[in-house]
């Protein structure tokens, strides 16, 4: 192309009237910004490593919350699973004993209440262990974001 097409071509790109031309300076500004606002944000390290950081916390706050659920969960079960095996055993040993029996129904009673209060004191352990676990996720994820902090 000749230098006398591009001056032509050029001629016919551009705007004939101020209101086109104002239009064309908006979009160029509203261009010009939002390429400004995409570098601001790339430029951000700061930032972005604290959404970063942000982002794993919450990772790890829900991570806790399911161990919670699930660690109740099983020790509802093995309450559950305790309560029905003295219960088994009470009767098998009532119908097996005759005589013995009012003192073998005794000794279940106190096999079921006992596997109970195994049950009451395994669930809040495993409480324990689930806050743990989440603060360790909480420490391991400051260490994390030190570290990055340091490596730069």
């Known amino acids: 192309m000749s230098t006398q097409e591009n001056t032509e071509a050029n001629a016919e790109a551009q705007p004939e009237t101020i209101e086109e031309l104002q239009a064309d300076i908006e979009r160029t500004r509203e261009r010009l910004g939002e390429t400004v606002d995409e570098l601001s944000h790339r430029l951000d390290v700061k930032g ?42 009470k009767s098998v040993v009532a119908d097996k004993t005759g005589s013995v029996g009012s003192s073998v129904s005794d000794a279940g009673s106190t096999v079921l209440h006992s596997a109970a209060d195994v049950g009451a004191r395994v669930k809040p ?28």
């Open 125 to 152: 352990l495993a409480q324990r262990r689930e806050v743990q676990i989440g603060a360790a996720a909480v420490i391991g994820v400051g260490a994390a974001v030190l570290a990055h902090r340091r490596g730069k």
């Open 48 to 89: 972005r490593a604290s959404d970063k950081v942000a982002d794993i916390k919450s990772a790890a706050q829900e991570k806790v919350v399911d161990v919670k659920i699930a660690a109740q969960e099983k020790a509802e079960t093995v309450v559950a699973v305790a309560q029905d095996k003295a219960g088994t055993v």
